[in-house]
Each structure stands twice: as C-alpha cells, then as structure tokens.
T-cell receptor, first 113, second 110 residues
Framework: DAEITQSPRHKITETGRQVTLACHQTWNHNNMFWYRQDLGHGLRLIHYSYGVQDTNKGEVSDGYSVSRSNTEDLPLTLESAASSQTSVYFC????????????FGPGTRLTVL | ELKVEQNPLFLSMQEGKNYTIYCNYSTTSDRLYWYRQDPGKSLESLFVLLSNGAVKQEGRLMASLDTKARLSTLHITAAVHDLSATYFCAVVGSDYKLSFGAGTTVTVRA
C-alpha cells in the first residue's frame, strides 16, 4: 500500500543547530507540502513543491528550506534551530495540488532547547 | 489574507444528540476540506467540497458548503464516543494555498 512516512518521529536539538526532517511518499504524487502545528493555530504551511526541482514558500517559511531532487522525497531543513520552531511538523502529499485530498504523514515532534 | 474561523473551538457532546461545527472564511473560495485528528495522531481526510451547495455524508457526519455565505458546516448526528477528536476545516484561497482553521475539539460523553 502507498504511504507517506516521516523521520525521525521525535527529535530534541539545541538552539543554533541545523536539523533536517525527512518525508518520503510512495503515492507517486507530484505535490508535497510541509506544515507545522501549534496549539491554537491549526496547521500553517511552511513550504510546498509541485514537482522535482520546484519549491515554493508558504505562510511561515522564514528559517526553513526544502529541496526536491526526486518525486518521493521532500526534506525540510531548519538552518539554525530556534526555540520558536518547537512544534509538530507534518508532511503531506496530493495528486492535484489544491483540489484533491492531501494525505498526511504521522508527524515529527521537534523540541528545540 | 485568507482567514478561517471555526466555532466552537471546544464542544462537549452528549451521546445520541445532534451538533454542528461551523467554518467561516474571509475570501472567496469554492474548495474546502474537513479533516479529523485523534490525539497524538496525524490528520485524516473526511470530506472534500468543491462547489457551492456541495453536500457529503459519511456515517454520522455530513458536511456542506455555501460559497456565497463563505460558510461550511459539519453536522454530527446522534453523537457516539468514537467521534471524539479534533476537527479541522481548511480552505483553498485565491493564492492556491490551503489555510486551516484552529480546530474544534470534540468530546462525547455518555
């Protein structure tokens, strides 16, 4: 069965360190998304990609970057982790970008000390 | 900027009774999603509503979309314990991005 996975599931890091969160999908979807979830804010879009070599900024992109070298993976990098980036991060993918169901990964809980 | 507001944010339901969650949004859109999230889990798609007047039903849940009023409702019929979760609506804005409401946390009590 097709799926979307994230790793690690939990991560504790220190302020200033670079952190990369992995997202891998086997749906063969062109469209992939990264969200963060914070209490009281619902989910907020960080970055998204419509296909290989394509990346776009979302609502809360400062301090984050992504790259898309193949269809299956969209890693999210925190260049210099800050305590404000403590959150739960969800990756999602979809067949059509904004007209189709987005399938979400299990999430990564990141704590920045 | 698209704003999505859900109410109520917390809903305590009695088993067997009917309830409605409201999702209002601030700019024109004809694409709206409802998701369910169990504590500590990921999001599960419930409904995709893609036109004015769209109505979808699955079990005890029914969602509808009124694009003129910029309003979607999620109606719960005869609540049962299994429906305890947080429900999110999400709207596609004119910038073709998905904006989420803050979520409605539902607790069903006997």
């Amino acid at each position: 069965d097709a799926e979307i996975t994230q790793s690690p599931r939990h991560k504790i890091t220190e302020t200033g360190r670079q952190v990369t969160l992995a997202c891998h999908q086997t749906w063969n979807h062109n469209n992939m998304f990264w969200y963060r979830q914070d209490l009281g804010h619902g989910l907020r879009l960080i970055h998204y990609s419509y296909g290989v070599q394509d990346t776009n900024k979302g609502e809360v992109s400062d301090g984050y970057s992504v790259s898309r070298s193949n269809t299956e993976d969209l890693p999210l990098t925190l260049e210099s982790a800050a305590s404000s980036q403590t959150s739960v991060y969800f990756c999602a993918s979809s067949r059509e970008p904004w007209e189709d169901t987005q399938y979400f990964g299990p999430g990564t809980r990141l704590t920045v000390l | 900027e698209l704003k999505v507001e859900q109410n109520p944010l917390f809903l305590s339901m009695q088993e067997g009774k009917n309830y409605t969650i409201y999702c209002n949004y601030s700019t024109t859109s004809d694409r709206l999603y409802w998701y369910r999230q169990d504590p500590g889990k990921s999001l599960e798609s419930l409904f995709v509503l893609l036109s004015n007047g769209a109505v979808k039903q699955e079990g005890r849940l029914m969602a509808s979309l009124d694009t003129k009023a910029r309003l979607s409702t999620l109606h719960i019929t005869a609540a049962v314990h299994d429906l305890s979760a947080t429900y999110f609506c999400a709207v596609v804005g004119s910038d073709y991005k998905l904006s989420f409401g803050a979520g409605t946390t539902v607790t069903v009590r006997a």
